[in-house]
């Protein structure tokens, strides 16, 4: 069991580390398009297109990174009403839906890339599919958190990210 912790643990910080590259590529192309737009009426031909494929990259990551924090959308006001034991099984049934959700994501994901494979991007010349690979990957994450916290295994990585909401 140990091995499978350490094993998702370097999964989970690769994933977020590329999570944070995209925002911090995203803010830098952003920020220099806007610039040599203004200042100099140039834009790179490639910034938009790498911009909208980072955008899409970093939104579907967030979404795992949410459920690992545990800060997607709860209703604790409603749920304390009830006795423990009633959360309990309402815990297990939402873990239970968050990973149909990330199943979805996989499937459907998957599908929608092999669709998109045979086109390219127009200024990159990429393929399509790598903007929509990001679904089943996000899936599959949200998948192992959401089987991890069925077994009250604690994904959280950053005490106190709630309270600052």
């Known amino acids: 069991m140990d091995f499978i912790k350490k094993f998702f643990k370097a999964i989970d910080s690769i994933f977020e580390k590329f999570t944070l590259v995209a925002l911090v590529s995203l803010i830098l192309i952003v920020t220099t398009q806007v610039m040599t737009r203004k200042l100099f009426n140039f834009v790179f031909f490639w910034s938009e297109e790498i911009t909208l494929l ?3 990259w970093f939104a579907f990551m967030s979404i795992a990174i949410g459920f690992r924090e545990y800060i ?3 209703i604790d006001s409603l749920t304390n009403l009830f006795p423990k034991s009633f959360n309990k099984v309402l815990d297990k049934i939402i873990s239970a ?3 149909a959700f ?3 994501l ?4 998957w599908e929608f890339t ?3 494979m045979e086109s ?4 990159t010349k990429l393929p399509s599919s790598i903007t929509y ?3 089943p990957i996000t899936g599959i994450m949200i998948c192992g958190y959401s089987l991890l916290q069925f077994f009250n295994i604690n994904t959280t990585r950053h005490d106190g990210v709630e309270e600052g909401m």
């Open 114 to 116: 092999l669709l998109t």
């Open 120 to 123: 390219t991007l127009p200024a």
């Open 133 to 135: 690979v990001a679904m």
């Open 72 to 74: 997607h959308l709860g």
């Open 54 to 56: 980072l955008l899409a």
């Open 102 to 104: 990330g199943f979805y």
């Open 97 to 99: 839906t968050i990973f």
């Open 106 to 109: 996989v499937v459907q994901g």
